[in-house]
């Protein structure tokens, strides 16, 4: 079975700074991965997502993330954060091989400094 | 189009009761998930629909938990006998077709308190 490890429960940056959040999988074969953020009182929102190819993928509000096999990763960074980032982000793999439903990591809460 | 709706958004019950959740997906979409997602915890897998059928019910966690879509829309979750350790937030997503590939839409989730 697959899993997913958060190793990050809260991160602090500041304003403009840049953003790294990790994400490592476990699972035999190519994985399907995702990233999901969560904002008090909002639906779980897909940011991106990597099902095969390029294993840099661009998502949406200037987010994007990095396929390495070889670590087992698929760490989502942001260049310049902004306040309103500010959120639970979930990290989650789908087993290609299997019922594709995909198993969350334990999320990693963001907090921005003005 | 709207999204993924749930209701109601907050439920507060006491041990041993009996409760309904309930989903209304984004209409067109044929499949549908319920996850359970525990205080600092990632969602976690319960029951997929495919239509009126569930295709996948293995992370269903008893016998107490039973999910039906009985035409192939609007899903409720219904929990038996409830315990202190089922308090959690009940997400409902739901997708065009089945989960490989297809993106699944979430809604804001019940938020269940079991006293």
């Known amino acids: 079975a697959q899993s997913v490890t958060q190793p990050d429960i809260h991160i602090t940056v500041s304003e403009g700074a840049s953003l790294e959040l990790r994400c490592n999988y476990s699972y035999g074969a190519t994985p399907y991965l995702f990233w999901y953020v969560q904002s008090p009182g909002q639906g779980l929102q897909l940011l991106l997502k990597y099902f095969s190819g390029d294993t840099l993928v661009q998502g949406i509000k200037g987010f994007e993330a990095e396929f390495k096999r070889s670590q087992s990763s698929f760490n989502l960074r942001k260049p310049s954060v902004h306040w309103s980032d500010a959120a639970e982000y979930f990290c989650a793999v789908g087993a290609s091989g299997g019922s594709y439903i995909p198993t969350f990591g334990r999320g990693t809460s963001l907090i921005v400094h003005p | 189009g709207a999204g993924v709706s749930q209701t109601p958004s907050n439920k507060v019950t006491e041990k041993g009761k009996y409760v309904e959740l309930r989903c209304d997906p984004i209409s067109g979409h044929t499949a549908l998930y319920w996850y359970r997602q525990s205080l600092g915890q990632g969602p976690e897998f319960l029951i997929y629909?495919?239509?009126?059928?569930?295709?996948?019910d293995s992370g269903l966690p008893n016998d107490r938990f039973f999910a039906v879509r009985p035409e192939g829309s609007v899903s409720t979750l219904k929990i038996q006998r409830t315990e202190r350790g089922d308090s959690a937030v009940y997400l409902c997503?739901?997708?065009?077709?089945?989960?490989?590939?297809?993106?699944?839409?979430f809604g804001p989730g019940t938020r269940l308190t079991v006293l």
């Open positions: 997503a739901s997708s065009f077709a089945g989960p490989s590939y297809n993106e699944q839409f």
């Open positions: 629909f495919q239509g009126t059928g569930a295709a996948d």
